[in-house]
């Protein structure tokens, strides 16, 4: 069994930065990829971010340059730090593990508005 718990959302203005964090508990071994994802209303979930076992990072375009991902082992926990948030980035954001299949954290609310 995987846990995964999302944090760090809320209201930011544009321009604002946020720090997301992906807590992980249970079966999770050192080395597995760590995803986010966001959802905005009436869009299909899609891939923002990916953190590789051997620490390569990947990112979605519209992101580049503006959001990171990294990860603590001792602590179990892979952050996205958001920065230069616009509106576009309004989404519930949620994190996934691969293992023996994708697991899925409940996500967390981003909203970027004046």
């Known amino acids: 069994q995987v846990q995964l718990v999302e944090s760090g959302g809320g209201l930011v203005q544009p321009g604002g930065s946020l720090r997301l964090s992906c807590a992980a508990s249970?079966?999770?071994?050192?080395?597995?990829?760590i995803f986010w994802y966001r959802q905005a209303p009436g869009k299909q979930r899609e891939y923002v971010a990916e953190?590789?076992?051997?620490?390569?990072?990947n990112y979605l375009d519209s992101v580049k340059g503006r959001f990171t991902i990294s990860g603590d082992n001792v602590k179990n926990t892979v952050y996205l730090q958001m920065n230069s948030l616009k509106p576009e980035d309004t989404a519930v954001y949620y994190c996934?593990?691969?293992?023996?299949?994708?697991?899925w954290g409940q996500g967390t609310q981003v909203t970027v508005s004046s």
């Open positions: 249970g079966r999770i071994f050192s080395g597995t990829a």
């Open positions: 996934a593990a691969m293992m023996d299949r994708l697991y």
């Open positions: 953190l590789q076992s051997g620490g390569s990072t």
